[in-house]
């Protein structure tokens, strides 16, 4: 998958020589093609799902400590169907290790708390995670292209009814790898991207590998296409707002597709 990625977005290296005017018909070229591989990945076979409408808030944070390490936080807050209530709340610290300028190692852990509903009666289950990632990023026209993969350890909580409560009665394990990309296309076009308005453009699938059977039973558990627009305030922070499409394979033939408002911010120090 890494190397279709790269043949897509090899870099053009004459293109730095042409005038203004053709450089923006570039821009917009790349985004069109990037656009388009993102929206149809979420688009698979939506005729035969049971549609969503939630809202996700987001705040991705890395904070530099030496030269080497970093640490990682993002914190998200998400509603069910129709924003009625909170469906998760995760947090999900990180420590970063850079191998070179564009390559970084990550191990973290993840709680999160997610709503659930048996026979009618609604609460909130935990979830564990431990997780491990490699980011690789490289050069596409005037901007980069990051690939993000991650292999999950999840400890999750099934439920059971108590004096008409939702209890946590035990956990399963399952593992989970996420393959993930994500381009950040300045608007005014600018090689060296400080403040302004960009585009951003990414898409992930999830893959469940291990003890399938404690989660959905199959492989592949979910993919999220995302495409939105954002502000660049200072080199160290960004707000963005955009549509994810979320289509979810669960158990037997359940599929759902959810269309997600997302609002996030991005944090570098």
């Not at 979420?42 to 005729?47: A, E, S, T």
């Not at 469906?87 to 990180?94: A, F, I």
């Not at 080199?235 to 609002?263: P, R, W």
Request: charged share 15%; glycine share 6%; hydrophobic share 40%.
């Amino acid at each position: 998958m890494f190397c279709i990625c790269r043949n897509l977005f090899l870099p053009v290296t004459h293109m730095l020589t042409l005038s203004m005017a053709i450089i923006t018909q570039k821009l917009k070229m790349h985004l069109k093609i990037i656009l388009f591989l993102v929206l149809a990945a979420g688009m698979v076979m939506n005729g035969m799902a049971q549609s969503q409408f939630s809202g996700w808030l987001a705040a991705f944070n890395t904070i530099k400590l030496n030269n080497n390490f970093s640490f990682y936080s993002d914190v998200q807050v998400r509603s069910n169907d129709q924003w009625q209530h909170m469906q998760s709340l995760l947090l999900r610290p990180g420590l970063n290790y850079n191998i070179a300028k564009n390559k970084m190692l990550t191990a973290g852990y993840g709680y999160i708390s997610n709503r659930r509903t048996v026979s009618e009666v609604s609460g909130y289950m935990p979830e564990h995670r431990i997780w491990e990632q490699f980011i690789v990023s490289h050069p596409v026209a005037f901007t980069s292209l990051l690939h993000r993969f991650r292999v999950e350890q999840r400890f999750i909580g099934t439920p059971v009814i108590e004096n008409n409560d939702l209890k946590r009665d035990n956990y399963v394990y399952a593992n989970r790898f996420r393959y993930f990309f994500r381009t950040i296309v300045p608007l005014s076009g600018e090689k060296k991207f400080e403040k302004g308005m960009f585009a951003s453009l990414q898409n992930e699938v999830f893959l469940n590998f291990g003890n399938k059977r404690n989660v959905n039973g199959k492989t592949f558990d979910q993919n999220r296409a995302y495409a939105s627009v954002g502000y660049r305030v200072s080199k160290t922070f960004d707000i963005e707002t955009g549509y994810m499409n979320q289509y979810v394979s669960g158990k037997n033939d359940a599929i759902t597709n959810n269309h997600i408002l997302q609002l996030a911010t991005y944090l570098r120090l």
